[in-house]
């Protein structure tokens, strides 16, 4: 079975596009979201990042960190990333705008204020649908090595579910396995559209 996948993150889009980049690559139906009131980058300082709305597409957010500042952006690995991340779509969107149609079977989060964000956005909206969405929080350091590391623990993870005959008897197996196989502990609940 075919499931539809989305990547969600906070405001940065590193973890969240790097999983997407993976699993696209891997011919997985996936998109990813960001859940904060813009996107923020690192910036010079902690106190000055670069800050874009939602939809400013990653193009534009190169182009104006190279006449910022093009080694700063290159040395800490946000021109790498935004340059991956035109390759995988036009703009950063965010999940609270364009997530609400109930086409995903299954969200991947990365920190868990992302994860508690979605589900409390999935429990508020009208369950219309009725059709249920598995939510899983693999808590990702915000870094390129570690995002780099949980893609592929979020790919595995993805794989496992598809070879499953009915995840929502098996996801405590897969869970587990990959708990003990990873020693790293996932967050997971049943939401609906």
Not at 112 to 134: A, G, P, S, W, Y
Request: proline share 4%; hydrophobic share 35%.
């Amino acid at each position: 079975m075919k499931f539809r996948y989305a990547m969600v993150c906070s405001s940065n889009q590193n973890r969240s596009m790097e999983a997407h980049f993976l699993l696209k690559k891997q011919g997985f139906d996936v998109s990813s979201y960001g859940t904060g009131a813009h996107v923020k980058l690192p910036g010079p300082s902690l106190r000055e990042p670069n800050v874009y709305d939602f939809g400013t597409p990653y193009k534009h957010m190169l182009d104006d960190l190279r006449r910022k500042d093009p080694e700063l952006y290159k040395r800490n690995g946000i021109l790498p990333m935004l340059k991956r991340n035109s390759l995988v779509k036009l703009a950063p969107q965010r999940w609270q705008e364009n997530a609400a149609d109930g086409s995903f079977d299954v969200v991947f989060t990365f920190e868990e204020k992302v994860f508690d964000m979605v589900v409390e956005d999935l429990h508020n909206r009208d369950h219309v649908l009725m059709k249920t969405v598995l939510i899983i929080n693999l808590e990702v350091k915000d870094n390129h090595e570690e995002a780099a590391v949980g893609a592929r623990h979020t790919a595995d993870l993805c794989q496992e579910i598809e070879a499953a005959e009915s995840w929502e008897e098996s996801i405590d197996d897969i869970v587990t396995g990959y708990e003990k196989q990873h020693r790293r502990k996932l967050l997971y609940t049943i939401s609906f559209y």
